[in-house]
């Protein structure tokens, strides 16, 4: 199976519970997306692997359209039956990936993704992809799990991460989200970050995880070394924190 496929079988049964995840819906930051959107009037807006809409929504409150865009169909489908539901008729799907837009140069002044991109597959194919749509002066706002700041964190998060869901590819580094940044031309104008608490139980359910997949997890994680244990704030029922960044650009 190839890492589309991947993502779509990881995806398309839980997108419903994607939409419901309190993890996903909650969140100062999907406000402080709104706002920033705002200040731009009558903001197109395109949301790079929308997952269950909740960028997008918090898009749709102060732009004048907005483009969900994912990899799976059923979460479009979720997204496209929840923005209805929400009066959000400025709102539309569009499938397809994030390193082959179907869009025109310059099409967006907004690209935003939220919780996407640690599933794609070339992150630089990608990123070229969102300078070429983006307006001259547009603005790009990117959310999601980072990685560890040293080598021993960076190598268990990873590894708990992709025993959980195939799908996965990777949490890079700020450093490293920096580095794509720029190698489009995109100056980062702001990066925020803050730890996201992730209750281990609903964690698994919310993928489906396979029983053989949580019990790798709790083997690495009771070998892990205490200072991996400490840094990520694991607890008995193994929970955890993972560190989340927010990165601004100008095009």
């Known amino acids: 199976m190839k890492h589309a496929g991947s993502v779509e079988q990881s995806f398309g049964p839980r997108a419903e519970a994607y939409l419901n995840s309190s993890v996903h819906s909650q969140g100062e930051d999907l406000r402080k997306l ?9 903001a197109k807006v395109l949301d790079l692997g ?8 918090a898009a749709a409150t102060a732009a004048a359209s907005v483009t ?9 489908e979720v997204v496209a039956a929840e923005a209805k539901k929400r009066g959000l008729d400025n709102l539309h799907t569009v499938q397809g990936s994030a390193e ?3 869009f025109e140069n310059a099409s967006f002044d907004w690209v935003i993704s939220r919780y996407s991109a640690h599933h794609w597959k070339h992150v630089r194919a990608a990123m070229r992809e969102v300078r ?37 590819v990777r949490d890079y580094t700020e450093q490293e989200w920096l ?21 281990f139980s609903s964690w698994i359910s919310r993928m489906n995880t396979s029983a053989s997949g949580v019990d790798a997890i709790r083997t690495l994680w009771g070998t892990t070394p205490a200072e991996v ?12 924190e993972l560190d989340v960044m927010m990165i601004q650009a100008q095009g």
């Open 100 to 102: 082959q837009l179907p």
């Open 34 to 42: 709104a706002e920033l959107i705002g200040a731009t009037k009558g």
């Open 179 to 199: 580095a794509f940044f720029e190698g489009v031309k995109l100056s980062p104008t702001l990066v925020t970050s803050w730890r996201l608490p992730i209750e």
């Open 68 to 76: 969900a865009y994912d990899l799976t169909p059923a979460m479009l």
């Open 132 to 168: 070429r749509v983006l307006k001259p002066g547009g603005q790009v706002c990117f959310i999601d799990v980072a990685g560890g700041p040293e080598p021993l964190l960076d190598t268990h998060i990873q590894a708990v991460e992709l025993l959980r869901d195939p799908s996965h």
């Open 229 to 240: 244990k400490e840094y990520f704030s694991l607890g008995e029922d193994l929970s955890f």
């Open 50 to 57: 929308c997952g269950g809409g909740h960028a997008s929504f």
